[in-house]
């Protein structure tokens, strides 16, 4: 899409001593040549995810700083050289994907993208034609995840970067700043230029309208801001009571409990939705939004959902995608816990609303390791759909780490053990410490099984803060001791996520 002069000469790469080359990251632009570059020789502890590589650049150098060898300039990279790379070229910025069937991946380590790009390949991943291929968000990450993991929004979207850049991707790709919750988050994001803003008002859901009186509804309906909404009690009456709204055959009616319970359940939180797309609006020319409630403690009814959209849509926000809560539970690395068959008659009806209320795409959040319920959302969404996965990608490095160094993995199974308690207070999830065997109890052989445990998964899973602050310079230096072997699970692991999408 770029035109012909950016058509990679993998016959390029001069020879460096000391350094081997990417070759599919070789490319040739306006007679200036780029190539990533790692070192030939083992390079110890490494405190980086990117420390031991280099962009290398051959011909106009001068935005970049670095060490001449010979006409080559080797160049670290830094967030400077990340920036001059982006500006000479345009595919290394991420952008809006629009209603291109997505995917998600999430990286805590800021290696696992070349990884992803195979996986992505491999499924034929294109954009932008909607129904063919996967239209890939390389950089994601909450604010959650980037205070656990000592990483910036910056660092993440450069990281992503240079794993792009490494594997030769020219497509367009996205970048996810994740579950945002304050407009001082959306700041953050975007002066580092993410293209995809996951607003999630889920403090604002108020869970205990689930199960509350017609009389506690009413109440809190009246309390609700209003002004914010542009609205009153009575107006909201007068738009949604004695009027039937039919989508694709589905009757979606509000009788005034059920509209009292939407408001009063929502109402703060569509409030608190429109405050962050306005200030968004505002500061970023070319965005997207997706309005996230997936983290909330009560499932989002059909007609919620279909309330949430009507009144978004009223005050004037735009999004790609919306992730309601389903029914059963999503807990993280693990497959859907719930009946599949109550799974699949919402989600057929939140499918159609979607499609009736945008069309948007619904999302998948912990959408990591969802064997189960993947042909379901395929089949409903018929295209309209994005799936978020994070941690998977952090289980699949320490399955990588249990082969090749068991000492290692011995140390972060026992660090988690002791961390577990802690560390699970804000995830959705029901690991019990007793049935993740003590490191001493499993031969170096059976190690790399646990990934394969659900209990063992939950708790290696929700720890990796603790890991990456205690063991995360021997952790990156075990990967980048053998990056292939790291690249070969993923891209293993991702093409069964993305298979059932591809049909
Ligand atoms: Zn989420």
Redesign the pocket.
Known sequence: MFGDRHTPKSGRAPLLHGWQPYSRSVIDVEATTYFLVRQALGTGKVPAPQAGKALAVVGDAAPFEGELQRDVLLCPLSAANATALRARLPWLNPQPLGLAKSAGCGDRLGLATPGHVRAVRAAGGKVPAPQAGIAPIWAQQ?MRENARTGRTPQQVIDDAMWGLFQEGWREPWGADA??LKTTADVDLCAAAGYTFY?V?PGDHVDNEAHTASLEVLEGKVQRLPWDVLEDSPDGLRARYLDCRSEVEGLSIEFSPVILARAAAKYGRAIAHTVRMYRHLAARVHDFELEM?V??TETPTSVEEHWFIASELGRLGVRWVSL?PRYVGSFAKGVDYIGSLAEFEAQFAQHAAIARASGPYKLSL??GSDKFSVYPIVARHTRGLVHL?TAGTSYLEALRAVAGTDPGLFRDILTLAREHYEVDRATYHISAQLSKVPAPAAVSDAELPGLLDEFDARQVLHVTFGSVLDLLGVRLLAALKADEEAYYARLEAHFRRHLAPFMD
Request: a negative charge; hydrophobic letters at 10%.
């Open positions: 909450s994740d579950h996951t999630d996230s997936d983290e992730a959040h912990s978020k």
